[in-house]
Nanobody, 121 residues
Framework: QVQLVESGGGLVQTGGSLKLSCAAS????????MGWYRRVPGKQRELVAAISSGGSTNYADSVKGRFTISRDNAKNTLYLQMNSLKPEDTAVYYCALYSGGSYYYTGVAYWGQGTQVTVSS
């Protein structure tokens, strides 16, 4: 069983920055794709960014140029650096571990519990 624990959420003003972290248990972290998703109440959870086991990345159009996903396999930790934050980025952010090394060809196998990000205008 894999556990994913997010941290780093909080309240920030428009234009500010936050860095989310996701610590993963177990020994499979380095061979799996990882991702960050977010959900706003009343809407479906959406992909924010994903990173393959080899380091390839993919971003939602709404966050390109502002967010950066990265991973530290030695620490079993996934990161999301969020800059130039906007009120529309307000959501619960979830860490996800895919069942394979590619986010294109596999689905999410495990979810974190989520961390709230609130951007005030």
């Amino acid at each position: 069983q894999v556990q994913l624990v997010e941290s780093g959420g909080g309240l920030v003003q428009t234009g500010g920055s936050l860095k989310l972290s996701c610590a993963a248990s177990g020994s499979i972290f380095s061979i799996k794709a990882m991702g960050w998703y977010r959900r706003v109440p009343g809407k479906q959870r959406e992909l924010v960014a994903a990173i393959s086991s080899g380091g390839s990345t993919n971003y939602a159009d709404s966050v390109k140029g502002r967010f950066t996903i990265s991973r530290d396999n030695a620490k079993n930790t996934l990161y999301l650096q969020m800059n130039s934050l906007k009120p529309e980025d307000t959501a619960v952010y979830y860490c996800a571990l895919y069942s394979g090394g590619s986010y294109y060809y596999t689905g999410v196998a495990y979810w974190g519990q989520g961390t709230q990000v609130t951007v005030s205008s």
